[in-house]
């Protein structure tokens, strides 16, 4: 049924949000006194307008929270709060990985029967490191960092490795990057929710088809792979 | 002789030290009043340390200018002034490319007869927006974006195209990261100095060799080759 199965890996192999939530609620606090309304609101819009030049990452982040910062204080901002946000920000970088449950145990059950390839977007030394932090990549035939999950991005990715989309399964937590591209170029996608959803997208699930599943954790993929080999003898 | 050629692209096809110079100059303006002294020597101590966990790139020169502005002044630095620095990166990251002379001539003329790529170090979005915007993508069969340039990065990149080391010419401007894990794996590599010293790094040129040459320009390359081409038969 498939050669090869791509991983996501922020949210879905290890938590990431969670750390950027947890972030934005301390940087609450240091704006409580200046400016309590409207932060959330603010930091989104600035980093909607930075996400073209700074792309995604730690650093676009923190470099966002200190622009609003500055914005919403009218300048006020004293440079020592600002260097508390950028200790968030190297905190962040240097926090240990969670892996979600189940994912361990199902990689290492995965490796023998499929080509296992992680992909993922974002900023190149944040994922670099989270991947050698999170004690992962063995499980990994390759590690595909990129810059945006779009069809000619995942073609070249199964072209490089010389499989065929109908072969090929992606899983992951993002409608908009894992699963839509995937089926578009005739894949099969996996769609496992993570706790929180990203503020920045808000995508509609696809039409219930053969080639778009839903689950709730990593370690219901096992027993589908099976499920799906006898179906198709 | 060769099959492939391998080229780095900053301060190699285009000016990139001289954004980062005339940036650091606009830096040392608005530090004037509050510490003119030590600027340069304190933001390359806080980029040293800043490097392993922001990596090489436009957004962690930013954080680090910053960070430096806030130490020099003790926190006296206003929001307005780190606005400008932020809004220094943001020219930086849109700023046009410029390419050094003979570059388009030269992958012109290379292009039919050798595998060309481009493989350079740093931050993935940075990298990406330079290299569409500086109109070179078409020349290069493949464009790799590394963390960091040593001997296992260049053999998983030359594993990948299927080019012995010994039929591989690096090109570029750092001994660091263009030359010596090159030479180490037993390919030839081309040592074009830039005309600014990078102030990170300052390392020995290797010894005199068959595999080790300095051009002055890359306009340079093709004439060499040719008489590679008769040394060898």
């Avoid at 029967?113 to 994922?127: C, H, M």
């Avoid at 069809?151 to 839509?180: C, T, W």
């Avoid at 778009?212 to 993929?221: N, P, Y």
Wanted: no cysteine; charged share 25%; aromatic share 8%.
């Amino acid at each position: 049924m498939f050669d090869a199965i791509g991983f996501d890996a922020d949210d879905t192999l290890w938590h990431n949000e969670r750390l950027f939530s947890m972030t934005q609620e301390k940087f609450r606090g240091i704006l409580k006194e200046h400016a309590p309304d409207l932060v959330d609101r603010q930091l989104l819009d600035t980093e909607k307008k930075n996400l073209q030049v700074f792309g995604y990452g730690i650093k676009g982040f923190v470099l966002s929270m200190i622009e609003t910062s500055i914005q919403l204080t009218k300048g006020g901002i004293s440079g020592n709060e600002i260097e508390q946000i950028m200790d968030f920000g190297r905190e962040m970088l240097t926090a240990p990985i969670q892996l979600l449950e189940h994912v361990e145990d199902t990689l290492q059950y995965l490796q023998n029967n499929y080509i296992l390839l992680l992909i993922t977007k974002g900023d190149l030394i944040d994922q670099e490191t989270k991947i050698a932090r999170s004690g992962l990549s063995d499980y990994f035939n390759s590690i595909e960092i990129i810059s945006e999950k779009n069809v000619p991005a995942y073609q070249k990715i199964l072209d490089k490795h010389q499989i065929q989309p109908e072969r090929f399964l992606m899983v992951g937590n993002s409608i908009r990057s894992d699963i839509l591209p995937v089926l578009e170029m005739g894949g099969t996608a996996v769609y496992i929710p993570y706790e929180i959803d990203w503020a920045h997208e808000h995508d509609s699930k696809p039409g219930s088809s053969a080639s778009f599943h839903e689950m709730t954790h990593l370690g219901q993929l096992p027993g589908w792979l099976k499920t799906m080999e006898v179906k198709t003898g």
